[in-house]
Nanobody, 126 residues
Framework: QVQLVESGGGLVQAGGSLKLSCAAAGRTFSRSVMAWFRQAPGREREFVAGTRWTAGSTYYDNSVKGRFTISREYAKNTIYLQMNSLKPEDTAVYYC???????????????????WGQGTQVTVSS
């Protein structure tokens, strides 16, 4: 089984920062793309940022571009999401996901992803 475990969520004031982590464990898999999604109450799960595991290329949703940074650490099988200049509208449960099979690009639709973590809550107060 593949396991993705997120951590690092919490409560922060607007303008503050948080760093999320997602550790991958279990059987060996390709990890073509790893990404972060988020879901606010009453809303659809939406793409935040993604990275190709081998090439290191990245892609961001416009709503977080310039404020969030996705990175990866091979030795720890982990990706991170550094979130700066947080806004109340960033409040959501953040999920880590893996697309194991895609060979090019970074998909932004949730159905492309094969494995998901359990999520970590991020709350930004105004």
């Amino acid at each position: 089984q593949v396991q993705l475990v997120e951590s690092g969520g919490g409560l922060v004031q607007a303008g503050g920062s948080l760093k999320l982590s997602c550790a991958a464990a279990g059987r060996t898999f390709s990890r073509s793309v790893m990404a972060w999604f988020r879901q606010a109450p009453g809303r659809e799960r939406e793409f935040v940022a993604g990275t190709r595991w081998t090439a290191g290329s990245t892609y961001y949703d416009n709503s977080v571009k310039g404020r969030f940074t996705i990175s990866r650490e091979y030795a720890k099988n982990t990706i991170y999401l550094q979130m700066n200049s947080l806004k109340p509208e960033d409040t959501a449960v953040y999920y880590c996901a893996v697309d194991e099979y895609i060979t090019t690009g970074i998909p932004t639709f949730r159905n492309a992803y094969d494995y998901w973590g359990q999520g970590t809550q991020v709350t930004v107060s105004s």
